[in-house]
């Protein structure tokens, strides 16, 4: 008898249901977000489960590693790719549980990528790094506000940088108006130092990474950028295609045709994020530095909005990316532009 198990995970507590071919229900329960209690729960069926799957929600780490060690063969699904039929008339945690259970037995699991443990941590602490970054970048954008409000001055982002905290006095008469740009700055200062020593952390690491020296050979790709596309890429063989590479990294238009007319978008969310902006990055710094990609983009500018020409190039990246990594060869502009 072969079993199918699927787990729906919640914030602090997952249902488990065990089915069989016939879809009968051979165990289900609801139990807490404890290892020892899902793994003594599923002991049982260990030897006959063809898989358990898990969803790809926030917390799943803890729950799909534990379960991996322990031997079991798990899947984890993919949320974005998967819809219930709609037209069902009532649906719970149980029936979502026995739901993922049926999708594996059927062989229609969407499947996401377990990202290996011992890189995923580093992959997380750079993702860390943009969220400070994005924080740095709303207070220097807050004080350019506080100065244009109570000086009438438009200050640059890099004008801000070089702000003199002791000159605050002389700028602004109100200790209250003082106070808040005193905040911004040390908040900045604090921001800064922080994502310095994520940054040092990172490069240490992808030093070695023959992906990682790879990619910054290609133009508009630098420290920062490699790091994140060699990351958020894992390992290269795990994409079949290259234009299976292209739209994980959200470089490929999405659409719903039906006979020959356009009836929509598809699924526009389907890929990973850090990489689209990684690419169109590299694509904004590529059309700027590069005379060849400069050309490349200018022509697809002439003949459509500035995005959709950036997004191009950044497909343009993504393919080329895709066959270095694949062959291990250094980029070659005449390949990725002939």
């Keep these: 008898m072969r079993l199918y198990c699927g787990i729906d995970l919640h914030s602090n507590n997952s249902v488990v249901s065990v ?25 049982p069926y260990r ?8 969803e790809s929600t926030y917390n ?7 379960l991996q060690a322990s031997g079991f063969d798990v899947r984890l699904a993919n949320t974005v790719a998967m819809k219930q039929y709609s037209g069902l008339k009532y649906t719970d945690d149980q029936t979502d ?13 969407p499947e996401g990528y377990i990202y290996p443990k011992a890189e995923r941590g580093v992959r997380d602490l750079l993702r860390r790094r943009l969220l400070l970054v994005g924080q740095r970048t709303a207070q220097n954008l807050s004080l350019q506000s506080l100065f244009a409000r109570h000086r009438g001055e438009r200050m640059k982002a890099a004008d801000v940088k070089r702000l003199d ?19 911004a700055v040390a908040v900045m200062d604090s921001l800064s130092r922080h994502i310095d020593e994520l940054e040092r952390y ?22 920062i950028l490699g790091q994140t596309i060699a990351l958020e890429t894992g390992t290269i063989e795990r994409f079949p295609k290259v234009g299976n590479y292209a739209s994980y990294a959200r470089c490929v238009k999405t659409e719903k045709l039906s006979n020959a007319k356009r009836k929509g978008q598809g ?18 710094y590529a059309a700027i530095w590069n005379p060849t990609m400069k050309r490349f983009y200018q022509r697809k500018r002439a003949k459509s909005p500035v995005m959709v020409a950036k997004k191009a190039l950044a497909n343009k990246i993504a393919r080329a990316v895709y066959h270095m990594l694949k062959h291990q060869q250094p980029f070659d502009i005449t390949r990725a532009f002939s």
């Design 165 to 183: 905290t002791s000159r605050f006095s002389e700028l602004f008469s109100d200790d209250a108006v003082k106070l808040a740009a005193s905040t």
């Design 97 to 109: 549980a026995r739901f993922l259970g049926q999708l594996l037995r059927l062989g229609i699991l």
């Design 202 to 223: 990172v490069r240490g690491h992808c030093r070695d990474m023959a992906y990682y020296r790879l990619l910054t050979s290609v133009p508009g790709i630098g420290v």
């Design 267 to 284: 699924n526009a969310k389907n890929g990973n994020r850090y990489l689209a902006m990684a690419f169109m990055e590299a694509a904004h």
């Design 47 to 54: 030897e006959t489960l063809v898989g358990v799957v898990v």
């Design 19 to 43: 089915i069989d071919d016939e879809d009968r229900i051979h165990f289900e329960k609801r139990l807490a977000n404890d290892l020892a209690v899902i793994e003594a729960a599923l002991l």
């Design 60 to 66: 799943w780490y803890w729950l799909v590693d534990g």
